[in-house]
């Protein structure tokens, strides 16, 4: 029968525990090794902050052409379709072989925003590439306002046409017909309402520059470097700790 355990002796293993305190005092043993991990890990994050580019959202706006009933000519919707499926494309691969690259290096996107009678173009892009978002919108509004000033002028030209029409009819009708003739007179004033409330399409802006920097801030990437740091630093003199008594064992029993 196996000799019962001594009370007195301590359990298996106890001297692999660890208080708190010794965790506290071997944080301060450890000092220069956790300042240095520290520093190591918030210069790293203070570099890749530096070396980010400042990015910004470039937004130009286009208003859509209206017709004399302050309608638009042409839906912001259809506009935005036929832009991202004709005018897009085409004005992306004619700068980018004007500049002589094979990527732009951001993207534009057209929207419309709810309630409005505009089509938005934005990218957001480094600072450096400025110029080459404002040649690419500046692209694609011109392209829109071609099409928007095609269809003014052939809602221009049915318009007068009409108005011909009806002072042709005005010039030929009997002195009789004063009820035909009252209502051919409001179709005329309305035809030249019509006209001269036609607005063709404008740019309203181009290409201008948020004032809020966009992405992850230098501050907050330095902040989480200071977190990251703090905890690697902690971690890290774990890890030296347990290295050292790993091979004071392999040591003693070798």
């Not at 190591?40 to 208003?63: D, F, G, R």
Request: aromatic share 4%.
């Amino acid at each position: 029968m196996p000799a019962s355990q001594d009370p007195q002796s301590p359990p298996p293993h106890a001297d692999d525990e660890i208080s708190l305190i010794d965790l506290a005092k071997l944080l301060v043993r450890c000092w220069k090794a956790m300042a240095g991990i520290f520093s190591v890990v918030v210069l790293m994050a203070l570099a890749y902050a530096l070396m980010q580019p400042s990015s910004y959202t470039y937004t130009s706006i286009y208003q859509v052409a209206e017709s004399g009933t302050g309608e638009p000519l042409e839906t912001p919707a259809a506009l935005v379709a036929r832009t991202q499926n004709l005018y897009l494309g085409p004005a992306t691969r004619e700068l980018m072989a004007a500049e002589g690259v094979e990527s732009l290096g951001f993207d534009t996107r057209v929207s419309n925003p709810d309630d409005t009678e505009i089509v938005k173009l934005s990218s957001t892009a480094p600072e450096v590439l400025a110029e080459r978002v404002e040649a690419h919108h500046r692209l694609l509004l011109d392209r829109l306002e071609e099409g928007q000033q095609a269809r003014v002028e052939r809602h221009r030209q049915a318009l007068e046409r009409q108005l011909a029409g009806v002072e042709n009819t005005l010039e030929h009708s009997g002195e009789g017909a004063s009820e035909r003739i009252a209502s051919t007179l409001s179709r005329k004033f309305e035809l030249q309402a019509e006209l001269e409330g036609l607005m063709a399409g404008e740019t309203a802006q181009a290409a201008v520059q948020s004032l809020e920097q966009q992405g992850t801030s230098r501050a907050l990437i330095l902040a989480l470097g200071v977190v990251l740091g703090g905890m690697l630093a902690v971690m890290g003199v774990f890890l030296l700790h347990f290295v050292s008594l790993v091979r004071q064992s392999l040591h003693e029993d070798g």
